[in-house]
């Protein structure tokens, strides 16, 4: 039987499953659309879309049944695209505070690598081996992954193709890794 959108929201608020994976039909590729327009990676579009429908579902009953819901599930999209964007880039920032031993600096900083004065030189070279050494100590289940995002710079897709892995699981063991990371950093503890 053939629903109008808003029987389908108004289905789905009382529960019904099969409504609201109806309302994810007509719509995901729209939200795809719109979202894959702000990345280069598939993966970041497939979070993007994928987290839009649940905040969409999440906040249904907030849905004004006398709109339309394509520009509502385009706002969540737009907004969570932006957000997603912006979790990127404070990744990419706290990576390269990793990589070069201290925190991310803007560009208009220079080119970090060549802009150092011997003593900075020193200090960057310690911090290296001080994060060579908490790498060491990693859990094996995330130390491989670790030393190819952090050391050899490559991409989530480019570590999971090498080592046969789910992309989702070398983002959880990445993340998993930098919380390991940084609280032996914190605490100071190498072996």
Do not use: C
Request: overall charge negative; charged content about 35%.
């Amino acid at each position: 039987m053939e629903y109008n959108e808003k029987d389908l929201v108004k289905l789905a608020l009382a529960g019904d499953q099969i409504a609201y994976r109806q309302i994810y039909q007509i719509h995901e590729k729209a939200v795809r659309s719109r979202v894959s327009a702000y990345f280069q990676w598939k993966a970041d579009v497939d979070d993007v879309v994928s987290e839009t429908f649940q905040k969409a579902f999440m906040n249904l009953a907030a849905f004004d049944l006398n709109r339309e819901l394509r520009p509502w599930l385009f706002t969540i999209a737009t907004r969570t695209a932006l957000d997603h964007l912006d979790s990127i880039k404070r990744e990419d920032r706290k990576k390269e505070g990793f990589i070069h031993g201290g925190p991310a600096q803007g560009d208009e900083a220079g080119d970090p690598l060549t802009d150092k004065t011997p003593e900075e030189e020193i200090i960057s070279d310690e911090n290296h081996e001080r994060l060579m050494g908490f790498m060491e100590e990693l859990s094996p289940l995330y130390k491989e992954v670790m030393i190819k995002y952090m050391i050899e710079e490559l991409e989530y897709e480019e570590i999971a193709k090498e080592l046969n892995l789910p992309l989702n699981t070398v983002r959880t063991r990445i993340r998993r890794g930098k919380q390991q990371l940084s609280e032996m950093m914190l605490r100071g503890e190498v072996q």
